[in-house]
């Protein structure tokens, strides 16, 4: 069993930034590619980042490639999506997720999801 805790979600104008975070627990922790995905009402909900504990393989969605970096604290259990540059259309609830793979780009029914966090981004 893991347990995801997003957080630092919020209000931001067009340009600024904002830094997620998603808190795992759970003994098998390190057992599992983290991911972060987006969806907004009415649409699939799709890929943003994903990386590994090691940090050693990360991946981005095309359209966030350049102003969001994905990092993780192993010591924490924490990872981090730092978005810059935000643009309205980066607004959507934000999940973390937690699947038993090399690197987690696509869903899966296995997968553990947070809660999520909403980012709004003003024009």
């Known amino acids: 069993q893991v347990q995801l805790v997003e957080s630092g979600g919020g209000l931001v104008q067009a340009g600024g930034s904002l830094r997620l975070s998603c808190a795992a627990s759970g003994r098998t922790v390190s057992w599992y590619a983290m991911g972060w995905f987006r969806q907004v009402p009415g649409k699939e909900r799709e890929f943003v980042a994903a990386?590994?504990?090691?940090?050693?393989?990360?991946a981005y969605a095309t359209s966030v490639k350049g102003r969001f970096t994905i990092s993780s604290d192993n010591a924490k259990n924490t990872v981090y999506l730092q978005m810059n540059t935000l643009k309205p259309e980066d607004t959507a609830v934000y999940y973390c997720?937690?699947?038993?793979?090399?690197?987690?780009?696509?869903?899966?029914?296995?997968?553990?999801w947070g809660q999520g966090t909403q980012v709004s981004v003003s024009s």
């Open positions: 997720a937690a699947g038993r793979r090399s690197i987690v780009t696509a869903q899966s029914d296995d997968d553990y």
């Open positions: 990386t590994t504990w090691s940090g050693g393989n990360t």
